[in-house]
């Protein structure tokens, strides 16, 4: 097993969205209950590379295993002050869970999010999300507040941990 990160390219969009799509049914990972298309997909991908957000894909030989990227943590058009905060998401076949693919992807991210002049990377995670928790703190993320019961899903209400990383030292 070789785990590479790479740019996502629109052959890949398929892939990512069976990844995205995986776990939406059984678990509260993501709170939503309506399935990504790939046409859905690849127009947000289109337009996370339109400005000059990174669209990460780990794959271990020609099968995609992962993929991650960043958008704006609130709104830095209409507030600013934001505009040195990003918020990632990483999702990773659950077969490959354990494996460093995750890690990688993260990792990957991270770099791309500093060179692009990035201060801070926060995670938004459900409260259940142990594991995920647990790989945040490993890379260096804090928990630096839980909002209670601001989502439902599976007819149950739903914490949101924060998490954060500064990613230089100004």
Do not use: C
């Amino acid at each position: 097993m070789e785990i590479r990160v790479r740019d996502a390219v629109a052959g890949d969009v398929a892939a990512m969205t069976t990844i995205h799509n995986a776990l939406l049914e059984t678990t509260t990972i993501e709170w939503t209950d309506d399935a990504h298309t790939v046409e859905e997909r690849l127009a947000w991908q289109r337009s996370q590379q339109a400005v000059g957000r990174p669209v990460l894909v780990a794959v271990d030989g020609d099968q995609l295993i992962g993929w991650a990227s960043y958008g704006d943590f609130r709104d830095s058009h209409r507030w600013p002050g934001y505009r040195f905060t990003v918020e990632h998401s990483v999702h990773v076949d659950q077969r490959w869970w354990g494996r460093g693919a995750g890690r990688a992807l993260l990792l990957a991210l991270m770099d791309r999010a500093r060179a692009a002049g990035a201060h801070v990377m926060v995670a938004g995670i459900d409260g259940d999300n142990t594991e995920s928790i647990v790989f945040h703190e490993r890379l260096g993320f804090q928990t630096v507040g839980r909002l209670h019961e601001i989502g439902r899903k599976h007819d149950r209400w739903l914490d949101l941990v924060l998490m954060q990383r500064s990613l230089d030292q100004r």
